[in-house]
């Protein structure tokens, strides 16, 4: 949407993003063919020679790409698209790591060495498993991602690094054998003493069964170190293993904690108003009361929807109340006629709750602090006649009830329960007369309607 | 309690919860049977061809029956009972997968090959497993079920996912042996040369045996991978492992964290008082009431209990205070002759709270913001006289106090303290005058209870 | 303290403690020997046999004993003292099983068979293990009770738990091969032939090696299960370690997030602040004030004390103020001459706060809304004069400062500054006017005290 | 900064910190060669005997200093530089434990046996690993310096720990080997059978190989113990590993749960306002608005400093504020000529905040209760004319709005919505009424002020 200079490219415009993903697949081709080139290949196939420049030229032209690419300033939060800052800032940060990773080093080897299986340069050429910084980068944005489920995103990054480390140290340790003096006296040629001959697969696996057996720390012991260079790398592979292990066990805890966090939430609210009810011995109907209203909060989430709103500022709640409310509060019989500045306060000023079916919204003989108007559902009127309860009369959406209550400071009638699952606006007596004072026209318009309805509360109230 | 057409079962009906309980049982008995038959039954025995076949005759009647099962909608939480609605949600999503996993594939394959033991055939019946997600589901629902304790509702959970993995694996690592061409180099073979020939429980025992010690890491070495195919299992299967382990580990930290959490949040309250009161020097008796308040506060989980019921709307607090307070507040002699209105009004605006016994519920000389009424337990009356602390009298359940201090506006004349555990009730000075102010005729009749009990104080009341 | 009937001890009272500290070594004895006789001895040795016998005594008196222990009533936890309820609640509780573990089978055994070596008379004489249950009543005593760091108690609790796991199943993998008919298939017949014959030391550390390298998962498989009976122990064995490991990985997660959370509350707070200096590109010196105020903050733990008293009632926090605070009150020169009950209610409603060395207190100019008063430490006075901020004065212990901005509605005529760590009295003035106002006596009191040390303002000051 | 006596150094000087680097250097060189020495070294080198004590000698030396360097007293948080005080605080805590740590046990053994190989004198030495606990103290003062990133700073302390672990145990556990009258039955001699002639670097990667393959719990089992004494230790060893490999695995879930909790709040807050939108059928661009503002305020990191900077006392609150805002309410065209103490007093009053581009700041018709006044960023005025909504105006940093609708009590003629980036200060109109009703002097001229800059409103609010 932000317009920016000619010839540079939004780091969020959706060609960019695909360009991204493209090389995303290149980088995890690197990362599994970087150590397996370096154990298992003594000398580099022209396909896959073929294959490898290829891939590289493609960060080549990345490296160049990224020059026209705005980047967002980290303390203004503004997208930078002037091409001398984007150079400078490259350049001063990871441009020199680009280079070496995507440099032909093994291109080059063939003018030294005709088999290019100098263990100089391939050591240089491991230098491409660098680009993994970029998966890096994508995990740390599909985190933030809340299309993608967490847990799985997580899962899936933990999961690259450990088949990672897997599979390098895997190719690693069969390198070490590989390149022993003496083939008997190694982890792979105790077991299978012609390792050298065998086929690539087996001996790949054998690696990839070894790498995993010290990883998950079973360590069978059918293929064990047999030599002083094979301890050592053991010993740091160890290391790593009781700090990687540590961090998926964290990571998973982690996970856990925050998925079952609702329900133990939900458990103990529950629990607490449960015990709260048979240790004061509280009627069934009014526990029920209690149990179902707490099932419904959290079935629809209330509570952290209301916390993130209220954490908004006003004019932004305004918005959401407009929105919502305004259409329902215009059709109110009380405010026909009113100007469309009292609706509008009066809709920014509402608040809305969910109520359970059965349960009771307001008793009998109840002091009255608040006007409510049903959104969606209905309640039923009940009263007290010779001490038995019956219903009175029923209301649905779009009707109000205890406005004759607030308006005549009259103690409430009826006792109103919902009968469905019902949503209700509620707004307080007092901000109510706050708005409705500003204005005499106002305040005789929503009096002229209350009386045309109410016909027979006219005396009671005016003496008032 | 909610009435459904004719023929639709509700979802909570206890004869549906029974059979879903009977069929639970079924989905057990399938998920041990089928890797076994899988890996170890050649030739499936006629009994167990029967049983099979009972069983799955059993799971096509639930398919039939859930045309018949009423369901909630996930967004008005209201059930639905329209057989059109149930039968398109249930072709529409689960219907395909439990009609497949109970085709009797393994009946079919007796016709084409007699002895039901082709792969194919074999790979289709594990569809059975697919029943499996049943028991996802009742464990989700246990979960919420609070008559189930939480920790071993999970426990159970992560033993049964343990347990079935242990099995399922055990029997393929088996069956990857028992097909392998040279018997001698299997994982099985290696240290029972002549396995096929051995009794079914020492195969079967020796398998899981392999499988636990590779779950748990254990991994002696004395049975291990010989071939590429049991290696690329056990690769597999360790991955695999390491992600439970992680999440059992994860579960197990949460669970404990959970339990424990009342236990720490009780020790760095009492800790924080304790430290503040040797810090400053406090006197022992100070100290001693900080302390024996802190603990009744975390015995009687007040604290969880107060903050849920302050959650609820306005009619449940209130229908609950009435339920509670009102014999008590009716009783009480300041409030004999007042009507129901002002009583029930009053009553809905107590707080209860409890002191352990010889804790200060009011200091000599304060000044007073609350009235307090007695509802079980005692306190006395203590004044300083000629610089003695001396008890002036007792209080038992349903007498009042404060009730002078508050309507006549003098300080507090007695320190009051419990003498045994004591619930008292407290109302808010200003809130009482907020409702007695609204009838004068009620302001009369509580200000003469207050005379004719106490008339002494009459002249000096009157005069302010 | 409490008095209780004759005969019938408290269960708080420092004999009976020792008494049950003195069963727990007993218990701890139990512990270990049931195992070790069942798995190593054949034959009892007349010295155990005796030892065995007296320890089961000691238990026969306690049980005796219980029916004289008064217990605390789970619901109105108060002591019952009564007999005949001690006797109902223990016979119908735990009697039973306090009882089988006390009946001497061994010795019963004895009249059957001379050597006490039938496995039945064994088994039974495994139920001593109940006795454990005291061990873990321990822990959860000592976990509540501040006395005892918190970390090492839970730390002790599982070490115990996996001491007598580890001892536990070694003893009895031993019985399993000790009992095998070929001892040649045993585990650790396969490695020490003639173990029979071997030393009883060698046998059982052999034992305990191959329990604790299980449980850990090492599982080295020097020794490991040889048939199937082992097989089945291990299994059942694994299993419960995958749970005791995940239990003691869960503890110790949740003891390090304990135990670090306060470091780490102190480095975020302290890094926000930090920040926020930093971006706002805030002067040196109210930067270096913030950030020595949160560390004075954290290293006081002010904060976790403050929010302990907020929660306790009203009259306690009225006796610690007064203890605190009403000695400094009484001689600050503006209250010489008030009342003793003014003063406890001033001092009732001081707040006090540490400030680190050179921090400010007030700014010169600021609008004042408290009154302060010094109750450690000393502050100076600073004033802008000819745009030079000099010293004017300096004020110690016992002084108030800020009187003359409250009482005059003047604005504050110095910055006042701590030169060391100080602890501070704050009033907050509309709280400060509702109380002398309520007497105009006081009132005069304390402006006469005013204008006597400060004749220079009287005019200023009344003119208002 | 603070001056202390003569030839008393304070813990915090550069010179001191620096030595106290150093001897940390000679600490890490003792925890590697006191075990190596032990256990490897049957016949002290000269050089490393030399080297030994020169490093004995300089902690000496550091025992000699400790009794001139200042400490700070734990009660008053202060540095005491007394001489005595110090010496008799060394003294009476870890002098002895310093003493017995620098003694040099291996010369002196010399006189007794030539080669000082005797065992006794051996263990004497080992005490040098006492000199250890400064490494403890050096990690718990980086964890609380905010310099250092915490993951890493506790990542490094249990890597330390788990070093000299895995070191220790190869050490000793070579040792015992070592001395075994039957090299055959040990650990190593089973493998190496003539191991004590072999290569010192070849014993030294065994022994670390088999320890660290025990610390992992991998147990390969090519190495394992072979005789009871090492069995012994290698039990002790494994209790150890259990509770290591739960304190690492704790602490990295403690760092994971810590680093992530930032994005897992962001999530959750920003999907509750998602899904609130998305239910409510909200316009897209009030969505756009509540998201866009979630996100800038985890950006900035906003919450986090607000509530810091809300826990500080309030002189210190104030001079943020004068210092942040002063500069920019002084230049506000309603305040000119005011006077300094006014603009301070609104200035400490105001609170900031950010808005991201394109939302809404006022909607056109909504009640004021703030005046605003634009820091940095630019807000354009839009109103609906004729039912559609055109931009009216554009305001940049330093210009005011809301303040005719404040004034005047006027409701809001335009929606406010930011064009970019923008921070916006807010004052609530009852505190702005309530600084300038102080002073009719400046209440003039601010009026004034807006009455010259909008003339058109004078008469409308002068009627008011």
Redesign the interface.
Known sequence: RIKLRKHIVSPYDPHYRLWEMFLMVLVLYSAWICPFEFAFLHYLPSTMFLVDNIVNSFFAIDIALTFFVAFVDPK???LVDEPKRIAVRYLSTWFIFDACSTFPFQTISFFFNRHGNSLGFKLLSMLRLWRLHRVGSLFARL??D?RFN?FWTR?AKL?SV?LFAVHFSGCFYYMIADRYPDPKRTWIGAVIPNFREDNL??RY??A??WS???????????L??EN?RE??F??FY??F???L??????????????G?SR??T???????????ASR?K??RH?EE??LS??C??F?T?EL??Q???E??????R???A???FYPIVEKVYLFQGAS??LI??LA?EMQA?Y?PPK?????Q???L??LYIIVSGAVEMRAYVDGVEKVQGRLIAGEVFGEIGVLCHV?QPFT?RTT??AQILRLQSAVFFNIIRESRQEATIVMRNLFQVNPIIDQHCLTK
Not at 212 to 222: K, R, V
Not at 311 to 316: D, E, R, V
């Open positions: 203004s939060y503004l985190e933030k809340i967490y899962c999961f450990t697969w087996i696996v054998t990839i069964y995993i057996t010290t990883l998950t720390t079973t360590g069978y012991g059918d064990h170190a002083t301890m050592l053991d010993i160890m290391f293993n009781l700090g292990t540590a961090y998926l066990i964290g990571n998973m805890t982690n996970l856990v904690v925050h079952t329900t133990k939900f458990r103990d609210t529950f629990q607490a108003a449960s015990e709260f004061n509280l009627p009014v009361q209690m209203h707490i419904l909060k079935k989430e952290k929807q916390e993130t709103i954490g908004l500022p006003k004019a932004i305004s918005s959401i407009e929105c919502l469309f500045n509008f306060q920014t709750d109520f349960e009771d919204v307001i008793l003989n109840e002091a602090t608040d103690p109103i469905e699952l």
